[in-house]
């Protein structure tokens, strides 16, 4: 076990890595452990915030925007100008922090890098500090790498054609159970975010960039507020000016959907954007009206697509919010993972790709994610053809945008249904992101898609509402627990058959069958399957 010098008021008890001592700085850890001791009771208690609002829509089955803050819309402000290296964000690349990653995706083409700590990272404890450690190496450009089983070298191309970092720390609901300070753990979110800034934001700025982060999981401008002060005290505590830290809010929750103004207006000194995260908004849409009868009942995942009346609602919001106060407004998910065997099916994706970007591109968003490096240049193309030498197009102002409040619910404004298929779907492919993540990985490929927590999450959670619905799919079978278990249990014994009985001994299948069966089928709904999947996470 390692711990630091009896003077930091930050406990580490976690197995030693190679090099933790470089990241784990008794300086360093004093930061964390201020940060906890300042941020983390009012973190306790918009936690708390979060299940007496999930109540009321229970109660309700309906949102509003909030006319406590009336003025806030109506008022005329703006948040501060990007710094030059956020300006042009026309594509980024998202993934996790581990070697082979950072010089990839340092290198990829893309204008911004989402370095994620999150949904793309399972929370091991050599993924948080080696994660840290590899964003360390790559700004003193000390990183390479070389892939064990087929000797490929990678190593960083010229800084000037280095993506710009952007990093995703935790969600405030997790935990960080290796540090803790006065007995309990702290949030995943200071751990990772301290760390980082504490390290990382003067080498940024000799870069001529800063410490950038992306906010996931925000439910509600009071959680803004929350960041906003923690970026107030920590540009303070190390002496660089306000307004160096920027910050791009991921829009992935429904409750967060109805505050835009107002988290850009807690955070207008230190705001970049705000962006469109698809899976996890319809698990937040899923999560808060799971009981709330038929007309919140999602159909198939694959079958939502962006083009839903809906979610059209939710991103011409979002670009209109955006573009109204001067923040960037960043476009959803490419994750195709292309196949060197089978081109025709990559000619299929390619153009499913195309499409989707070319639609962001002409709605006015500023920039869009891809999950691949070879999605770069199909995503960057779309992005030109609209912009062309211009670094956004937050002049488009999009008055001609108005989205009343029900829209923004209207789930049954979709013809789809559930199917036996999607049930199929879910339950496999939450099997395994599950068994994955167990391991240690966050980003996983299935299926030809590049999966990460979000995923998962929404897999399990349309389970659970199906079977709560009562669904009847066209098979003329209905969605129950039994139903669901007897898929699992097919499952578990197909990936047997698939992996062989040595792979199959040697992972995570039956803890990862069990759990997602807990999260699917439990009468008291987790609110994230990372809660309970963190207890059974080794490392």
Not at 106 to 129: C, H, I, K, M, Q
Not at 260 to 278: S, V
Not at 465 to 490: D, S
Not at 501 to 523: P, R, T, Y
Request: glycine fraction near 6%; include cysteine.
């Amino acid at each position: 076990m390692s711990a630091p010098a009896p003077s930091s008021p930050a406990l580490v008890n976690a197995e030693s890595l190679p090099r933790q001592d470089e990241v784990l700085t008794e300086a360093a850890l004093a930061f964390v452990a201020e940060l906890h001791r300042r941020f983390t009771p009012r973190r306790d208690e918009l936690l708390a915030r979060r299940a007496e609002r999930r109540a009321e829509i229970a109660r309700t089955s309906r949102l509003d925007f909030l006319p406590d803050t009336a003025q806030v819309r109506e008022g005329e402000w703006q948040v501060a100008p990007a710094p030059a290296a956020l300006n042009d964000r026309r594509v980024e690349i998202t993934g996790p922090t581990d070697r082979k990653m950072t010089v990839n995706a340092l290198n990829s083409g893309a204008r911004v890098w989402l370095a994620d700590f999150e949904d793309a990272s399972a929370p091991t404890w050599e993924n948080v500090v080696l994660g840290q450690l590899n964003l360390i190496d790559a700004y003193e450009r000390r990183i390479d790498f070389t892939d064990p089983r087929t000797g490929k070298a990678y190593a960083l191309k010229p800084a000037a054609e280095l993506a710009t970092v952007v990093m995703r720390p935790r969600g405030w609901h997790l935990e960080e159970r290796h540090i803790t300070v006065d007995g309990r753990p702290v949030p995943g979110a200071l751990v990772d975010f301290g760390l980082y800034f504490f390290h990382n934001a003067q080498r940024l700025i000799d870069l001529g960039k800063g410490p950038y982060f992306y906010l996931p999981k925000t439910e509600s401008h009071l959680e803004a507020r929350l960041w906003n002060d923690v970026f107030v005290f920590a540009q303070d505590h190390v002496g660089i000016p306000q307004g160096t830290v920027r910050a791009t809010v991921l829009i992935e929750t429904i409750t967060a959907a109805y505050e835009m103004e107002e988290i850009l207006y807690e955070l207008r000194d230190h705001a970049a954007g705000l962006n469109a995260g698809r899976w996890d908004y319809l698990f937040s849409i899923v999560k808060n009206f799971r009981d709330g009868g038929e007309k919140f009942v999602l159909p198939d995942r694959n079958a939502v697509t962006m083009t839903a009346p809906f979610m059209r609602a939710y991103t011409e919001l979002l670009v209109r919010t955006c573009h109204k106060r001067g923040a960037h407004a960043i476009g959803g998910m490419a994750a195709f993972i292309p196949s060197r065997k089978d081109a025709e099916a990559n000619r299929i994706a390619f153009e499913k790709v195309k499409a989707d970007k070319d639609r962001e591109a002409r709605d006015g968003f500023d920039g869009s994610w891809v999950a691949h490096p070879d999605l770069v240049p199909i995503a960057m193309a779309s992005f030109d053809a609209v912009l062309g030498d211009k670094p956004n197009q937050k002049d488009r102002l999009r008055e001609d945008v108005s989205v009343a409040p029900g829209e923004l619910i209207a789930i049954d404004s979709l013809d789809a249904r559930p199917t036996y298929e999607g049930l199929l779907g879910a339950v496999r492919v939450g099997i395994r992101y599950i068994e994955a993540w167990l391991r240690g990985l966050g980003a996983v490929g299935i299926f030809g898609l590049m999966e990460d927590a979000a995923t998962a999450e929404i897999s399990r959670s349309q389970v659970w509402q199906w079977i709560n619905a009562g669904v009847v799919f066209e098979n003329g079978e209905r969605a129950t627990a039994e139903l669901t278990r007897r898929i699992a249990a097919e499952e578990l014994a197909a990936i047997r058959t698939e992996v062989g009985d040595e792979a199959f001994a040697a992972g995570k299948w039956q803890e990862a069958h069990d759990l997602f069966l807990q999260v699917s089928l439990d009468a008291d709904y987790a609110d994230f399957l990372t809660l309970p999947a963190y207890e059974r996470l080794v490392g």
